[in-house]
């Protein structure tokens, strides 16, 4: 009875290269929804994806970022050319058809040197 | 636009005292609250959330919270403090209705128990 599941835990990458962040739902849900916590801040909403579809990105930076969640597979977050200030938790939760009660998974710790 | 305002990004109390966690919400409309709480090394979890129902509201693991129209305020306590509770409460907010991309949530505040 697996949650909601993230990888990696903790991510470290160079200035400049690609973050690929990765999330997978819980069973039997379809909806996908990411959030960045930045140190002693709440987390902020980026993306709301339902299979094959973004439905709101109005939280996700103009550029370098993206997020998509195939018919298969995990929902991926991926941040292109990554800068420092890209550090940060990234949650993902899921919820069923009805969208109120998320589900969140443990995060990834995005360092960036 | 909505906000939250939780007030003390720490608080520590001794084992067996009260917990009280502030959290203020500024809304146009009537609003859906909610207080989630985040284990060391885990994802956020509800503990329970307000509706528009009865204004006092029961969640997990003893502790409740209070809709207070007149002072914008959903406070969460719990009569005492267990070791247990030490983690981080997120209060949140959302409009009626709205979907889940639309909960705004608080910056946090760490609950630390002393023994």
């Known amino acids: 009875n697996a949650g909601v599941m993230q990888n990696p835990r903790h991510l470290v990458r160079r200035r400049g290269q690609e973050a690929r962040l990765r999330c997978s739902p819980m069973k039997g849900h379809s909806h996908v929804y990411w959030y960045r916590q930045l140190p002693e801040e709440g987390l902020k909403f980026m993306v709301y994806l339902q299979k094959e579809n973004i439905i709101d990105e109005s939280g996700m930076p103009k550029e370098r970022f993206s997020a998509e969640f195939p018919k298969e597979g995990p929902s991926i977050l991926r941040i292109q050319q990554v800068v420092r200030g890209d550090s940060a938790a990234y949650f993902c939760?899921?919820?069923?058809?009805?969208?109120?009660?998320?589900?969140f998974g443990s995060g990834t710790q995005l360092s960036v040197l | 636009a909505q906000s939250v305002t939780q007030l003390g990004s720490h608080v520590s109390v001794s084992e067996g005292a009260l917990v009280l966690l502030r959290c203020n919400y500024s809304s146009s409309v009537p609003p859906y609250l909610f207080w989630y709480v985040q284990y060391p090394n885990q994802g956020l979890q509800l503990l329970l959330k307000?509706?528009?129902?009865?204004?006092l509201v029961k969640g997990i693991n003893g502790f409740e919270a209070e809709f207070k129209k007149s002072e914008t305020s959903f406070h969460l306590t719990k009569p005492s403090a267990h070791m247990s509770d030490a983690a981080e409460y997120f209060c949140?907010?959302?409009?009626?209705?709205?979907?889940?991309?639309?909960?705004?949530f608080g910056s946090g505040t760490r609950l630390s128990i002393r023994p």
């Open positions: 939760a899921s919820s069923g058809q009805g969208g109120e009660k998320l589900f």
């Open positions: 307000y509706t528009s129902a009865a204004t």
């Open positions: 949140a907010v959302s409009d009626v209705g709205s979907s889940a991309s639309k909960i705004i």
